[in-house]
Structures are given as structure tokens and as C-alpha cells.
């Protein structure tokens, strides 16, 4: 067992230091924010993630786990670093919550320990952050790719553990640390393990805006992007995940992620034209699901009262960071465009929109209906109610989620995307 000193406790660092405590380690988690601090010493986690507040709650209730404000790292065996690196303006990564950390904790490293950073950070910060420690203690690269909306589950049942670490010392001790889950370890160098992070979350965007721009094909030769994407994924070389053609990836983490690493190819000499090609289709795509949206109202879009069904970036989530229905809901708001939203767990205001907390209310006098985040519930809705409701009969459906057979029932139009309908 493990002394742990897990500093942010966001989506990562949370389910890391719950997570590492259920494992048997003794997890301190500490973070800025005193307000978070004191509802997760309650047990009270506030995002939505399945399993983390009953694993919050067993790690409080068995000890293993604590809640701090300010880090505690003096008789730590470990140090993770599990901190924003939100895009800066120049488009790279912003280290700065990185080496505030580093420079509040890094005198108080006792001897021994080891810094293990699993913010996503470019190429070079585990090397410039050991040589700010004079290299005193190894500072290990060691990757996290859980998705939002199952945190836990992925921790738990990693596809592989990457530990970069010109130390193999250290790089074996980290391992230990996941000795119980059945996942190949990976030792790689510190500048190998952070690529492959950014690397695997643009492949991640490649392959879906590459999945999107087929699905602009299909709608142009009349073939339906589900018979195309699942007839190329069920080649075992290339699987059907992540293929699914929608309004646009987003996130917290593919758009910023996709951003720095052009950036560090350029930086290193290298014009990453594939990749610039899979951000610029994403940009097109929330285009097109505009012009899909004028297309159901005849062409004009001030004064038109629309609504938008599902905020949040995916469904099993209220992050709305870089949501593709921002990007969507601003152009719409800018061509003077009336908005209304609904999102089961989003109710918190967004510019130009306004967010109602019942779907039925939503639809009131709409001239157009538009899906943008695939929750569950919304295959349940009942369309005949909203028939009656709404102004137009147009439901642009941007994530393919709905029945069509059920929607035209109803007596209104189905428009998917990559599909002959609503073109
Ligand atoms: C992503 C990666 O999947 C994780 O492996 C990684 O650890 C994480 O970023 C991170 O860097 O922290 P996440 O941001 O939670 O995870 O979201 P994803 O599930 O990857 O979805 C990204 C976007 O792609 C969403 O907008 C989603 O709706 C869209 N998507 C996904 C599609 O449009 N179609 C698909 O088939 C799959």
C-alpha cells in the first residue's frame, strides 16, 4: 500500500484518488476550489459520474481517502499531478496550474518520492518539470484516458497503462501501483508517453471527423452513413467505435488536445496537414448542421424560433465545454435566431439561449426542432405532443438518434445526418 498525494480533483484526479483508494492506497486529494473540498469531504461528488460517489463515500467511510485544500506531499510515496492544461490563447496548452503546483509543492518533496503527472501535457514538461527539481526526485509521465460519463468504469478497466520515465526504477514503481488491474503496462521514455496521449485523442478526431465528412458523401450520393460506417468498422483493422457521424466532436479534451499537438508539430518543423483537415471538418460539420436547420425554414433564420433538444457535448455528461450545440446555438443566436434548449441535466443559462427544464415547453411554437446531444430520454418522447406543439414539422436530428418510422408517424419530417432525408 501506497502514501498518495493526488493534487485536482477533476474529472481525473477525482476518479484517480478514488479510484488508487479502492485499490488499498492511502489517497490524500487536495484542490483550490474550498467549496468542492468541503462538499467532497460530505461524500458529495457534483459531476456525473456512475460508481465515483459510492467510491468517494467507501474510501471517506475505510479512511483511505481525504479531502484537502492545499496539497500535502511531505510523506507522500507519490505525487499526481492531475490539473487543467486548458488551450491557451495561442492555441497550445496552458501549463500554468502545472508549475504553480510545482513550485508550491516542489520544496516539500520528501526524498524518494515520485511525481507522476497525468495531466495531458506536451512533449517535454516531465523533462523541464525534473530539471525544476534539480532532479531530486524522477518525474514520471503516466497518461490517463478515461472518458467522461464512465471515469470509473475506464480507470478500473484501462485498455493500457503507459508509464514514460527515464528512471526504470521509477517507472516500475508506478506500474506497482496498478498491479491489480489486468492491463498490459507500457514503459515508455517521458516524451513518448506524453505524445501517445495526444496522439490517441487525435487519432480519436480524426477518425470521427473522418466519419463525418463520409457521412456529407452519403448525403451527396444517397447512401446512409450506418450501413457505410458499419460495413468499414467491421473490418477488425479499423472498428466501429468512434464512427458514429454527429454534430461535431467536442469536449474538454479533443478540440484542446487536437489544437496543441498542432501546434507542437509546427513548433517541431512539421505541417500536420491531416490533422489540421480533421479540426477544420469538425468546424464544417457544425455548419452544416446549420444549414440543415435554415433548410427546414425555408432559408430564413432571424425570428425563427428554434429548438435546441440536448446541450451537453455528449449524452452521460453536463459538461458543455466546447459542446458542438454551443458552436451551433452561437451562430444561430448571431443570425438572430430565437432559442429555446432543454438538456436533462444542463439547466444552467447559456448566451443567447434560453434553457427551460421540460422538453414539451422546449418545443412551444418552434419552427424547427434540432437534436444535438444523444440522451436516452429523447427516444422516448412522445411526437404527436409535440406535432401539436410545435410551429414547423421539421425534426433535424444531428446525432441520428430518433426512430425515423416514429417521428414520420407523428406526421413530422425526420432529417438525419449522412442519410437522403434532409439534404
Ligand atoms: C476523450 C477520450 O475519448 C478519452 O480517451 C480521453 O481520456 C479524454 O478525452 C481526455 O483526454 O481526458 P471525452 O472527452 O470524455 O474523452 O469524450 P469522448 O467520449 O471521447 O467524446 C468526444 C466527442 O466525440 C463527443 O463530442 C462525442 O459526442 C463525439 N463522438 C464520439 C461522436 O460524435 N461519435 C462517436 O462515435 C463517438
Same mark, same amino acid.
Given at each position: ?6 493534487? *485536482? ?6 476518479? &484517480?484518488?478514488?479510484?488508487?483508494? /479502492? ?10 476550489? *474550498? ?29 483511505? $481517502? ?29 501549463? !500554468?496550474?502545472?508549475? #504553480? ?15 507522476? =503527472? ?8 516531465? +523533462?523541464?518539470?525534473?530539471? #525544476?527539481? =534539480? ?15 464512465? %471515469? ?17 526504477? &521509477? ?29 490517441? =485523442? !487525435?487519432?480519436? &478526431?480524426?477518425?470521427? #471527423? ?5 457521412? /456529407? @458523401? ?21 472498428? /466501429? #467505435?468512434? @464512427? ?15 489544437? %496543441? ?15 489540421? %483537415? ?25 425570428? &425563427? ?11 452521460? +455528461? ?14 444561430? %443566436? ?12 444542463? +439547466? ?23 437534436? $444535438? ?10 411526437? +404527436? ?14 446525432? =441520428?438518434? $430518433? ?21
Amino acid at each position: 500500500m501506497a502514501t498518495i498525494a493526488v493534487v *485536482g480533483t477533476g474529472y481525473v484526479g477525482l476518479a &484517480a484518488g478514488a479510484c488508487l483508494a /479502492e485499490l488499498g492506497h492511502r489517497v490524500s486529494c487536495s484542490d483550490v476550489d *474550498g467549496d468542492k473540498v468541503r462538499l467532497l469531504r460530505a461524500g458529495k461528488v457534483d459531476i456525473i459520474e456512475p460508481g465515483l460517489g459510492e467510491l468517494v463515500r467507501s474510501g471517506l467511510a475505510n479512511g483511505r $481517502l481525504r479531502f484537502l485544500t492545499t496539497p500535502t506531499v511531505t510523506d507522500a510515496d507519490f505525487v499526481f499531478l492531475c490539473v487543467p492544461t486548458p488551450m491557451a490563447a495561442d492555441g497550445g496548452a496552458d501549463l !500554468s496550474a502545472v508549475t #504553480s503546483v510545482m513550485r508550491q509543492i516542489g520544496d516539500q518533496l520528501p526524498p524518494g518520492c515520485v511525481v507522476v =503527472n497525468k495531466s495531458t501535457v506536451p512533449v517535454g514538461t516531465a +523533462t523541464m518539470l525534473s530539471e #525544476s527539481l =534539480n532532479g531530486r526526485v524522477p518525474v514520471v509521465s503516466n497518461p490517463e484516458f478515461l472518458r467522461e460519463g464512465s %471515469a470509473v468504469h475506464d480507470f478500473l478497466h484501462p485498455d493500457r497503462i503507459v508509464v514514460g520515465s527515464d528512471d526504470l526504477t &521509477a517507472a516500475r514503481r508506478v506500474a506497482e501501483l496498478y498491479a491489480a488491474l489486468p492491463a498490459p503496462v507500457l514503459v515508455t521514455s517521458t516524451a513518448s508517453a506524453e505524445l501517445i496521449k495526444y496522439a490517441a =485523442n !487525435s487519432f480519436l &478526431a480524426v477518425k470521427l #471527423s473522418y466519419a463525418n465528412a463520409i457521412a /456529407e @458523401l452519403c448525403e451527396r450520393l444517397g447512401a446512409d452513413v450506418a450501413d457505410v460506417v458499419k460495413g468499414v468498422g467491421q473490418d477488425h483493422r479499423i472498428g /466501429e #467505435s468512434f @464512427l458514429r457521424a454527429g454534430p461535431g466532436w467536442g469536449g474538454s479534451c479533443l478540440p484542446k488536445d487536437t489544437s %496543441a499537438l498542432l501546434r507542437t508539430a509546427s513548433a517541431a518543423g512539421q505541417h500536420f496537414s491531416l490533422l489540421e %483537415a480533421a479540426i477544420a471538418t469538425n468546424v464544417r460539420q457544425h455548419s452544416r448542421v446549420v444549414a440543415k436547420i435554415r433548410g427546414a425554414l425555408g432559408g430564413e433564420l432571424r425570428g &425563427a424560433r428554434i429548438c435546441l433538444l440536448g446541450l451537453a457535448f455528449k449524452a452521460g +455528461t453536463n459538461d458543455m465545454r466546447d459542446s458542438p450545440a454551443l458552436a451551433v446555438a452561437a451562430t444561430l %443566436a448571431a443570425e438572430g435566431a430565437e432559442l429555446t434548449g432543454y438538456d436533462p441535466v444542463v +439547466t444552467a443559462d447559456v448566451p443567447g439561449l434560453r434553457v427551460v427544464d421540460d422538453p414539451y415547453e422546449a418545443v412551444k411554437d418552434a419552427g424547427v426542432i434540432v437534436l $444535438l446531444t444523444e440522451w436516452p430520454e429523447f427516444r422516448g418522447l412522445e411526437w +404527436t405532443a409535440i406535432r401539436a406543439l410545435a410551429a414547423g414539422d421539421v425534426v433535424v436530428d444531428a446525432r =441520428n438518434h $430518433l426512430d425515423p418510422t416514429v417521428v414520420t408517424a407523428a406526421g413530422m419530417r425526420w432529417w438525419g445526418i449522412g442519410c437522403s432525408r434532409g439534404v
